[in-house]
């Protein structure tokens, strides 16, 4: 079964929107077919959610159950691009899912 082994921390820089993880996190993976460790280093720079403004009031992008979900998102489509935009979406619906965030959030999110 998939799971975060930690949690994320982060930090704003000071350019809008940027957030930089201020330790190392980990989400273990089995959607590949095999167990994966994605490691999400310490000092990642990331806009931790690109949510659409209309969106936004219904799903603020700190909040603490998704915030780590869109980091590994955003490092998995820096740095496992082989897989693809829909593999690395699907693994964001996973982590959601993992997070327990409602069902009506989650397709938002994938919009």
Not at 13 to 20: A, H, R, S, T
Not at 62 to 76: F, K, N, Q
Request: glycine share 6%; aromatic share 12%; net charge neutral.
């Amino acid at each position: 079964m998939s799971s975060f082994t930690n949690n994320v921390n982060i930090s704003p820089l000071p350019k809008e929107n940027l957030w930089i993880t201020t330790g190392e996190f980990c989400f273990r993976t089995d959607s590949f077919g095999e167990r994966r460790d994605i490691v999400i280093p310490k000092g990642f720079v990331c806009d931790a959610g690109s949510i659409p403004r209309l969106f936004q009031r219904l799903i603020p992008k700190l909040e603490p159950r998704t915030i780590s979900c869109y980091v590994l998102h955003d490092y998995m489509y820096i740095h496992y691009r082989e897989l693809g935009r829909l593999k690395t979406d699907l693994v964001l619906v996973e982590a959601l899912g993992i997070m327990e965030v409602p069902l009506w959030k989650i397709l938002l999110v994938w919009i």
